[in-house]
Each structure stands twice: as C-alpha cells, then as structure tokens.
C-alpha cells in the first residue's frame, strides 16, 4: 500500500480544513514546498496536492507553487482542485505532474471525463468525495444525490483505473477512516482504490493495509504527530505497490 502526505493550499499557504469546510482553516505551515521537501526526506515517493481555491473557483490557482514542488522534489505528486477542461489537464501533466484528479468535473462532466481517459488513461484518477453517502462537487460545497457507490460503479465502467475516496465527515478529524465505506467500495468495484480521510496513526495504516486498499493519504496527522511518516513508510516497504 502506497503512503501519500498531502498538501492543501489555500492562498498560496499549506493549510488543514475541518470535514471540509473553508470556515474551519489550520494554517499548518509557512512554505509549501519545504513542507514537500520534508515528506521526500523522510522517504516519500508520492504527494498528494489539493487546490481548495481552484476547487471553489473551478480554475488552476497554484500552478506555479505545484511546479516548484514537482520540480524541487521529484515526488510523484497528483494534483486536484478545479480541474474542469482539457487545457487544464494538459497544463499539470506538462508541468510534470504524475496525475491529475478531477471530482467536480467526472460527476458534471462525463464527456469531458471520457475525452481525458482515452488521452491519458492511468493518469486521469477520479475524487469519489462522499458526506452522507452521496457525491459531493465544487470543493465540497455541493452535494449531489449521486450514490457514492453507483458513481464509482458507473466510473469503473467509463473506464477508470483509480480513485481517491474520501468521506467528508472523517476529513480533518483524526477520527479514523471510514473503513465500512471502504469494504463496500471494495465489494463492488475492481478499481484501485486510494483512502482519504480521518486517517489518524499507525493504527488506521495498518487498519488500510488489512482492507488491501491501494493507497492511504495521510494529512491533519503528520501535521499533528499523531503519525510518524517515516513509521508509517516502513510499515508498508515490502508491500508490492509501495
């Protein structure tokens, strides 16, 4: 299983949302990319970055911070937030980007969806983001009444190889990550799946590990030290997608 830091920004800071809501910001940092530079000594070989202006707004915000990352680092980095067109797919890939993550725009936009899959395939991940078990858009803001479980049946049938799962109540809770949400993703869908949320240390890695997920991203607990990343790596180095 894969270990995966993240980053949100937030007017150009590394910033923590509480269950996703924008009140609700931890500034968690000063500088993005040293933060970025920590996780690779530390061992990281993937980063996960979220855009919270772009999600709101529905356009790139930090391209230029993300491409200093992707180039500073050399992490595999996937980026989402405000992904809506080709040309905003094809600026991150460009940019070095390992991935790009597109929510708002699978669940409003399938055509487009489609369109990027036959381009770039593998690289183009969907964000399944879920409060009370419906699909939500727009940097979360909008709740749809889309099944998260239909929705991920229906991408793996457009195609799709991976998505990122999130549970919005479990987002900066340290709660723990929503592992019946999970198992049911796991029964109905031969996807790759990437956990998100609510992930809080050692315990809720090996938790994920158990679950045979692809991957955990891990967020408010690095910040916090409730989970040691270098711990959490080597919990997982002899795993085959590590």
């Given at each position: 299983?894969?270990?995966?830091?993240?980053?949100d920004?937030?007017?150009?800071?590394?910033?923590?949302?509480?269950?996703?809501?924008?009140?609700?910001?931890?500034q968690?940092?000063e500088?993005?990319?040293?933060?970025?530079?920590?996780?690779?000594?530390?061992?990281?070989?993937?980063?996960?970055?979220?855009?919270?202006?772009?999600a709101?707004?529905?356009?790139?915000?930090?391209?230029?911070?993300?491409?200093?990352?992707?180039?500073?680092?050399?992490?595999?980095?996937?980026?989402?937030?405000?992904?809506?067109?080709?040309?905003?797919?094809?600026?991150?890939?460009?940019?070095?980007?390992d991935?790009?993550?597109?929510?708002?725009?699978?669940?409003?936009?399938?055509?487009?969806?489609k369109?990027?899959?036959?381009r770039?395939g593998?690289?183009?991940?969907?964000g399944?983001?879920?409060?009370?078990?419906?699909?939500?858009?727009?940097?979360?803001?909008d709740?749809?009444d889309?099944?998260?479980?239909?929705?991920?049946?229906e991408?793996?049938?457009?195609?799709?190889?991976?998505?990122?799962?999130?549970?919005?109540?479990?987002?900066g809770t340290?709660?723990?990550?929503?592992?019946?949400?999970?198992?049911?993703?796991?029964r109905?869908?031969?996807?790759?799946?990437?956990?998100?949320?609510?992930?809080?240390?050692?315990?809720?890695?090996e938790a994920?590990?158990?679950?045979?997920?692809?991957g955990?991203?891990?967020?408010?607990?690095?910040?916090?030290?409730?989970?040691d990343?270098?711990?959490?790596?080597?919990?997982?180095?002899?795993?085959?997608?590590c």
């Amino acid at each position: 299983m894969k270990v995966i830091p993240a980053i949100d920004l937030l007017d150009g800071k590394p910033v923590r949302l509480y269950q996703g809501d924008y009140a609700k910001e931890e500034q968690v940092g000063e500088d993005a990319l040293q933060i970025a530079q920590a996780f690779a000594r530390a061992g990281a070989r993937y980063l996960h970055v979220v855009d919270l202006n772009g999600a709101k707004k529905g356009e790139r915000i930090h391209g230029d911070l993300i491409e200093a990352i992707v180039r500073e680092t050399k992490l595999r980095v996937e980026v989402g937030g405000g992904i809506r067109t080709m040309e905003d797919v094809e600026a991150y890939l460009n940019l070095g980007v390992d991935r790009v993550i597109l929510g708002t725009a699978a669940l409003k936009d399938p055509a487009f969806l489609k369109e990027a899959l036959a381009r770039y395939g593998e690289r183009i991940v969907v964000g399944v983001d879920c409060k009370d078990g419906k699909v939500c858009a727009s940097g979360w803001l909008d709740q749809s009444d889309v099944d998260y479980l239909d929705f991920a049946i229906e991408m793996e049938q457009l195609g799709v190889q991976t998505i990122v799962f999130t549970d919005i109540s479990k987002d900066g809770t340290l709660a723990g990550p929503n592992l019946d949400m999970l198992e049911q993703l796991k029964r109905h869908v031969s996807l790759d799946i990437v956990a998100s949320g609510g992930v809080k240390d050692i315990g809720d890695i090996e938790a994920l590990r158990r679950l045979d997920v692809d991957g955990a991203i891990a967020g408010k607990s690095l910040y916090a030290g409730t989970l040691d990343l270098k711990e959490a790596l080597d919990a997982c180095a002899g795993d085959a997608a590590c």
